[in-house]
């Protein structure tokens, strides 16, 4: 410090950054004020309106400022400097937020420091993640009217638990109940051992959607899947399995190898790490998985950890929900996720997935495996090359274009062929009496399946 940057320091005046006391009284709520947000320097000895009146300043000055910063709650390190008669209290941004004083919680708004009302400290906590929801006592479930022994006992079975004590310390042992007066339920408890879990946490489900086209404007199928956190994962999962094809490759050994259109159990991964790492706190969106004709992508609610560096730092959100899932192998407790997904993309030839990751969502995109794609090529070549022989050539390209698109309207075969719907319809019957084509499902939703005669 010197006579100029004191100077230039009084022309700016007070701000985000700067604050001028006369004294030490009540310096508290402006340290962890600072210290809540991005830190600061605190100027003892100077007027608010910017003169400087100057301090005494003592031993005993210093002492008092420093305890008053050790008994903030955490306490806070601050750094004291003196220039002339002013002392400079310097309080770096800190890293145990959120800090309280003896008259509660403060942040900096601009030139002030505004004490926090209740829900500003609960978010301020849920983003330092201070607060975690599968932690939190669920105050409407009620031990055992709303408790699923069969969920019990067939978790224990996957995990390989033996039941040989009773209910109760199996939940307290497990980290989702607590004992007190009654058998109080975490939300961890709830998401995996409720009757019905939906009915405390609605925003627990996970929405399944099947797109026929790339824009994602006209839905085939969709499903909202419910249950317990496992079963969701395994009706996401048979959703998937339901909505992507598989091409079989013959080795000469007695069973034959399944190759599947994406990569699957990348899929797998992600969705379970979809469920075990959302935010829970935020109650109006679900996860989210899509299938395009093209790509299949998964988004889910977060909030990204401060300075979490995306497949560096091993992150849990949910602590209690990932160990439950981890017990039964769903989730590796060293955060290798990224890793595995990675190499079951390999393991198919199919593109390394794709993350666009904002400070709210967290999306990944996976595509289809080039394996998968040449054996259909050349299954769908050698088909088409047998059946079009003796149909017209309308005919022909219908069956062409359905080869590579199962799921093309009547409309969109109109369009590209260059002939009325009527006569696609006269061509589709004709093709469906002699047994090369058949609709499965719906008009809406359905799709064609070529017949390998």
């Known amino acids: 410090m010197n006579k100029k940057e004191l100077k230039f320091i009084l022309q700016q005046g007070e701000g985000f950054k700067t604050e001028f006391k006369e004294n030490i009284n009540n310096i508290d709520k402006e340290i962890v004020a600072f210290a809540n947000t991005e830190g600061g320097r605190i100027f003892i000895g100077i007027e608010d309106n910017n003169r400087v009146k100057g301090i005494r300043i003592t031993n005993k000055l210093k002492s008092e400022a420093q305890d008053l910063a050790r008994n903030c709650d955490p306490s806070i390190n601050i750094r004291i400097k003196e220039f002339e008669n002013i002392l400079i209290i310097h309080v770096n941004k800190g890293a145990d937020r959120p800090y309280k004083c003896s008259s509660g919680f403060y942040l900096k708004q601009g030139a002030n420091s505004q004490k926090m009302t209740r829900n500003e400290i609960?978010?301020?906590?849920?983003?330092?993640?201070?607060?975690?929801?599968?932690?939190?006592?669920?105050?409407?479930?009620?031990?055992?009217?709303?408790?699923?022994?069969?969920?019990?006992?067939?978790?224990?079975?996957?995990?390989?638990?033996?039941?040989?004590?009773?209910?109760?310390?199996?939940?307290?042992?497990?980290?989702?109940?607590?004992?007190?007066?009654?058998?109080?339920?975490?939300?961890?408890?709830?998401?995996?051992?409720?009757?019905?879990?939906?009915?405390?946490?609605?925003?627990?489900?996970?929405?399944?959607?099947?797109?026929?086209?790339?824009?994602?404007?006209?839905?085939?199928?969709?499903?909202?899947i419910t249950g317990n956190l496992i079963e969701i994962i395994e009706g996401v999962i048979k959703f998937v399995n339901k909505n992507i094809r598989v091409a079989y490759k013959f080795t000469g050994k007695p069973q034959r190898e399944n190759v599947y259109e994406y990569p699957l159990e990348a899929i797998r991964e992600a969705a379970i790490n979809s469920v075990a790492h959302r935010d829970y706190f935020e109650t109006g969106h679900n996860n989210i998985l899509k299938i395009f004709p093209d790509k299949i992508n998964i988004v889910n609610v977060w909030i990204r950890p401060k300075g979490f560096k995306l497949g560096k730092d091993v992150f849990r959100r949910n602590k209690i929900v990932a160990d439950l899932l981890s017990r039964v192998g769903l989730i590796e407790k060293i955060g290798s996720g990224f890793a595995r997904m990675k190499n079951y993309c390999k393991e198919v030839?199919?593109?390394?997935?794709?993350?666009?990751?904002?400070?709210?969502?967290?999306?990944?995109?996976?595509?289809?495996?080039?394996?998968?794609?040449?054996?259909?090529?050349?299954?769908?070549?050698?088909?088409?090359?047998?059946?079009?022989?003796?149909?017209?050539?309308?005919?022909?390209?219908?069956?062409?274009?359905?080869?590579?698109?199962?799921?093309?309207?009547?409309?969109?075969?109109?369009?590209?062929?260059?002939?009325?719907?009527?006569?696609?319809?006269?061509?589709?019957?004709?093709?469906?009496?002699?047994?090369?084509?058949?609709?499965?499902?719906?008009?809406?939703g359905g799709y064609w399946k070529i017949m390998d005669k």
């Open 349 to 444: 030839n199919a593109p390394i997935f794709k993350l666009d990751v904002s400070e709210k969502y967290f999306r990944i995109e996976f595509f289809k495996s080039r394996d998968y794609l040449d054996m259909i090529k050349k299954d769908t070549e050698g088909l088409v090359e047998g059946l079009v022989e003796g149909l017209v050539e309308s005919q022909k390209e219908i069956i062409r274009l359905i080869s590579q698109n199962f799921y093309i309207s009547k409309k969109e075969l109109s369009n590209k062929i260059g002939i009325s719907t009527t006569a696609i319809d006269k061509n589709i019957k004709s093709l469906k009496q002699k047994e090369l084509l058949k609709r499965i499902g719906p008009a809406k």
């Open 122 to 224: 609960l978010g301020f906590a849920v983003n330092e993640g201070k607060v975690k929801f599968d932690e939190q006592i669920n105050k409407n479930f009620v031990y055992p009217n709303d408790f699923d022994e069969n969920r019990l006992n067939y978790y224990l079975n996957l995990a390989n638990i033996s039941k040989i004590i009773l209910n109760k310390q199996i939940l307290i042992d497990l980290d989702v109940a607590k004992k007190n007066t009654i058998l109080n339920f975490n939300n961890a408890g709830v998401m995996f051992f409720a009757k019905d879990p939906q009915k405390f946490i609605s925003h627990s489900i996970f929405t399944c959607v099947l797109f026929k086209d790339k824009e994602g404007s006209d839905i085939i199928d969709r499903q909202e």
